[in-house]
């Protein structure tokens, strides 16, 4: 029964090849004529499964890092905090390597070493900008100065 059908199907195409011919030149046509307003969206908000967790957890990160495209290094003493010379070395080195990367983008390179990161203070003339670490803190006097400045700019807090 398939096989008759199929003949059928056969016999009637070629009873009329010239419209069909016809017909597949013209939708052929019509849609070379549409490819100009074809839009590739390769957005992975419409694509990604929004209830995913790695979705989700991007979009955690886009909120508190303002992108996506982005590397974090975190660094974690084995006792005590951050504020050691060791560590403090630790992150001057590492910001240091990144900025030596030739695709580097150094101005996106953040860390408390890093150049861009300033202690604001106001004055009574307007303010003060600082380098919030010039130099490793060495001292507990600058130890103490460094914390200071990282806790009175909460920007740099969490």
């Known amino acids: 029964m398939m096989t008759n059908l199929i003949r059928s199907y056969a016999k009637l195409l070629i009873q009329i090849r010239v419209w069909v011919i016809i017909s597949v ?11 100009a307003k074809l839009k590739i969206d390769m ?4 694509w990604a499964p929004q209830s995913h967790p ?4 991007t979009k955690v990160l886009e909120k508190v890092f303002g992108g996506s495209n982005f590397t974090l290094i975190g660094i974690v003493p ?3 905090n951050v504020f050691q010379p060791d560590v403090l ?3 001057k080195r590492i910001q240091e390597g990144i900025e030596r990367m ?3 983008v150094r101005r996106n390179i953040l860390s408390l070493a ?3 990161v300033k202690d604001i203070r106001g004055t009574e003339e307007g303010m003060e900008v600082y ?4 130099t490793i803190p060495r001292t507990p006097e600058e130890i103490e100065r460094l914390r200071a400045a990282v806790y009175a700019n909460p920007i740099y807090i969490n």
């Open 25 to 35: 030149i013209m939708i052929t046509v019509f849609l070379g004529m549409q490819i």
């Open 114 to 116: 890093a150049r861009k």
């Open 89 to 91: 070395a630790k992150v």
């Open 102 to 104: 030739p695709d580097a």
């Open 78 to 80: 084995k006792d005590g």
């Open 131 to 134: 380098q919030m670490m010039k």
């Open 43 to 46: 957005d992975p908000d419409i």
């Open 54 to 57: 790695y979705v989700k957890a």
